[in-house]
């Protein structure tokens, strides 16, 4: 599908940078200026953008309609200022950073700046992320609207009214991946300590992990549903299942691992 896509300023070209800077080419956007200092993480895209090491070099009479904050939430008060002469041109700013407040990026960018807040996730880099994304006050439909193309480049979109509720986002999807990456991990040390072969213990706990998402994907069903569909009464499932479900095993420790997450997200807000 190609649209009409403003021309458009990257910040940051690392993993989630480069991950939409794709989704957006490959939406048929047509010019986009991105600002890396280190130039092997955008090196992919030399050819089909304009690849800068700082805000210094930004081309004359430049003025793009949309300005992305990929860089680390750390970064943005030694960074952000070197943009706010987008404010009065009407950019949209959109910021993946976690953490960091709308009201900490204005402070940076002047009052009047229309910025979304968003939280996408590595699976945008095959175009099956999630992101949630608030709209602060002040950002008009039309801004809204590009930014929702901008995130559905790269997979499913939600919004939400109340910006703190992008910190829980970040704790469950943003870094969701990393929880189902670790669970692959420990299901092929497992496989291991039960005297499988190491090669056979990783593809299956990568190909379980990987058929279970497209399961889960492709059915209507819930996870519960999915989840019981598996475990036979008396059967070895169960058995596992009343390790893993006890409520001080997985439950409370997903419940404390999204509590943490979120705090630190809180305490990214600047
Ligand atoms: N990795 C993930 O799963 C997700 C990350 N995020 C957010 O995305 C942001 C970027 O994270 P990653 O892509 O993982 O990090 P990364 O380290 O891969 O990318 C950051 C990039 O910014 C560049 N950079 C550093 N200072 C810069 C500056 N002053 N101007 C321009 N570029 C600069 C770095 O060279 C690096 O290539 C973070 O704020 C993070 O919270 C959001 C959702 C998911
Ligand atoms: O770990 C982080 O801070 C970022 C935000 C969500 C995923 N990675």
């Given at each position: 599908m190609t649209e009409t896509l403003p021309d458009l300023l990257l910040i940051g070209c690392g993993k989630m940078g480069g991950a939409?800077?794709?989704?957006?080419?490959?939406?048929?956007?047509?010019?986009?200026?991105?600002?890396?200092?280190?130039?092997?993480?955008?090196e992919a895209f030399a050819h089909r953008a304009t690849i800068i090491p700082d805000a210094t070099a930004?081309?004359?009479g430049f003025a793009p309609g949309a300005v992305v904050f990929a860089i680390k939430p750390q970064e943005a008060p030694a960074t952000l200022p070197a943009y706010a002469r987008f404010t009065e041109g009407g950019a949209l700013f959109v910021s993946i950073m976690a953490g960091r407040s709308v009201a900490s990026m204005r402070a940076a960018l002047g009052g009047g700046a229309a910025?979304?807040?968003?939280?996408?996730n590595t699976p945008a880099a095959v175009r099956q992320g999630f992101t949630a994304a608030y709209a602060a006050p002040g950002v008009t439909t039309a801004q809204a609207a590009l930014a929702d193309t901008l995130l559905q480049a790269?997979?499913?979109?939600?919004?939400?009214d109340d910006e703190d509720q992008i910190n829980p986002v970040t704790a469950v999807s943003g870094g969701g991946p990393a929880y189902v990456f670790l669970l692959a991990e420990v299901m092929e040390k497992a496989a291991i300590e039960q005297g499988l072969p190491p090669d056979l213990a990783r593809r299956m706990a990568r190909a379980t992990v990987a058929g279970s998402g497209a399961l889960l994907a492709a059915s209507t069903q819930d996870a519960?549903?999915?989840?019981?569909?598996?475990?036979?009464?008396?059967?070895?499932?169960?058995?596992?299942?009343?390790?893993l479900m006890d409520p001080d095993a997985w439950p409370a420790s997903m419940s404390k691992a999204i509590q943490a997450a979120t705090d630190r997200a809180r305490e990214l807000a600047g």
């Open positions: 939409m800077l794709s989704g957006w080419l490959e939406r048929g956007l047509s010019r986009a200026v991105v600002v890396e200092p280190y130039a092997p993480a955008a930004i081309p004359a910025v979304v807040r968003a939280m996408p790269v997979g499913e979109v939600a919004w939400v519960a549903d999915l989840r019981r569909a598996v475990t036979s009464p008396k059967g070895t499932t169960e058995r596992a299942l009343a390790v």
